[in-house]
């Protein structure tokens, strides 16, 4: 088969490599489309996958195509969304259904190959059907599960005003979910003016440039001046997570998000603005994937119910043999882009 190599840091390769072959309880995917996630940038020029060769992508739906052995062949011909986190299911964490703190995990995409292939071997386990959704809302479970956890780590009700610092893809699917939850005053900040533009075509009256010096004067004025209930950070910077707490209303709540790169320093005001304000302020990692509570069934739920449509993030579509066109644009800062996906 074909697939996107990571042989170095910098060097994505298309090229032909053995065709994956399913064992005990996994199916064989065709894969049909697959997400580039902004984490994968610096996976593939900065920081690399776990080791080399690897194949990068954890964002990926598919035909289900063959089975391995113990599973069932009634799911050949079926379409499925991956949940992409393989855990150990033997530490604690396991053992208590929280997945995504597993200590001794894997996954696809880092530590094992992923989804910038024809065809992938996965557990059934991890498999997310999606009945009459496309593949290309499929592919997009996992950010969107992810943002849904973090929406419910603090809670949306209905008429609050949200802010969200970051209006990239995943900043868009949190404001989409936070309107299907009942949210008043949405608004997406940002310091890309064409983000920003993005967000308004997409009907997102307030699209603030939170490099603007009047950014939180413009918030106050949109929520008659008390702060917004609930910040979020999804850009994985200080800057960001300092709108959040000047943003919020005394005793409002800030869930911090975004996966930075480097070091978070934190400025004296709006420490005190956590002091101050009483703000209570939650951390969120990946989603849950549980049968009590499964944040991938919902997402897509919400998906297929037409409450929220992720399909109009998509902005480029690539073929695989294609990749090093793909990461291009997404490196070319002058160029906009929301999701760019590769379709097979």
Known sequence: MKACVLHKIGQLVYEDVPDPVPKAGE?????????ICGSDIPRVFIKGTYSF???????????????????????????????????????DMCETGEYASCRNYNY?????????????????????????????????AE???VSLHALGRAGVS????????????????????????????????DIDEKKLAFAKQLGYEYALNSGSKDWLDNVKTITGGKGVDLAIEGAGAAAAAEGCFL?????????????????????????????????????TWNSSYTQKQNDWRTALAAMASGRVNVKQLVTHRFSLA???????????????????????
Request: hydrophobic residues 50%.
């Open 27 to 35: 199916v064989l995917l065709k894969i049909k489309a697959s997400g």
């Open 158 to 189: 209905i008429g609050d005003s949200v802010a969200i610092f970051g209006a990239g893809a995943i900043g868009l699917m949190l404001a989409a979910f936070a309107k299907a939850g009942g949210a008043q005053n949405i608004i997406l900040l």
């Open 53 to 91: 060769p690897t194949i990068p992508g954890h964002e990926f739906a598919g035909e289900i195509v063959e089975t391995g052995p113990g599973a069932d062949r009634a799911l050949i011909g079926k379409a499925a969304a991956v949940f992409p986190l393989l855990p150990c299911k033997k530490c």
């Open 143 to 145: 950010p969107a599960s």
């Open 108 to 140: 696809f995409g880092s530590r094992c190959d992923g989804g910038f292939a024809q065809y992938i071997a996965v557990p059934v386990w991890n498999l997310v059907m999606a009945g009459n959704l496309g593949y290309e809302e499929m592919a997009m």
């Open 247 to 283: 943003a919020a209303k005394p005793l409002g709540r800030v869930v911090l998000m975004g996966n930075p790169s480097g070091d978070m320093n934190l400025k004296q005001a709006p420490y005190w603005d956590i002091l101050r304000k009483q703000l209570t302020v939650f951390g």
């Open 322 to 344: 294609d990749c090093g066109a793909a990461f291009d644009l997404l490196r070319d800062k002058t160029q906009f882009s929301c999701r760019v996906m590769f379709t097979i």
